[in-house]
């Protein structure tokens, strides 16, 4: 889950989501079959939307899907931080402004990524539609990035963006 981090700095992060995630009673303790307890992560997603109302999502490499720019909280970060950090990072663009739209959890934000971790995110989603930079890919994580018509969003969503861009789209 933590590959290129050391043992004890994972292993600090993993016990941290852990208290989150039992504290406000958002993970489900233990996987089904499994000795491990779930994985709990707080996200930040960015609902990116341009001059002409259209929505910028990113083919994502792991899963081939189009998804919201977004990631994960890292110690000492505030959900606003991680959504400006991470529209920096996969788009080269700059907030300068977030609102935020919803927080999600729950069973239906339970996700298997390829590489077999198995998490229940809750993801805090914003909006921006002020942002400076040029578009630019993260070609480790991005294979493309792309401004959506609402009317004409790819079918293939990435699963923990399919009911935050539902929602965007049904509330406009």
């Not at 504290?23 to 303790?29: A, D, P, R």
């Not at 989603?125 to 578009?135: F, L, M, Q, R, V």
Request: glycine letters at 6%.
């Amino acid at each position: 889950m933590f590959k290129g981090i050391p043992f004890y700095v994972a292993n600090k992060v993993r016990k941290v989501l852990y208290i989150i995630g039992d504290y406000y009673g958002l993970c489900n303790g233990f996987k089904k079959n499994s000795w491990k307890p779930s994985s709990c992560y707080s996200l930040a997603s960015v609902i990116v939307l341009d001059k002409n109302n259209r929505l910028l999502l990113q083919l994502r490499m792991d899963n081939n899907c189009w998804a919201l720019a977004g990631g994960s909280l890292e110690p000492g970060e505030t959900l606003e931080e991680v959504a400006k950090r991470e529209l920096f990072e996969e788009t080269g663009l700059t907030a300068n402004d977030l609102q935020l739209f919803n927080i999600y959890s729950g069973e239906e934000f339970y996700y298997k990524y390829p590489h077999g971790d198995e998490v229940y995110n809750v993801i805090t989603a914003y909006i921006c539609t002020k942002y400076d930079g040029e578009i630019t890919m993260d070609s480790e994580e991005v294979k493309d990035l792309r401004f959506f018509h609402v009317h004409a969003i790819p079918s293939n969503i990435s699963p923990p963006d399919r009911r935050v861009i539902k929602d965007f789209i049904n509330s406009i």
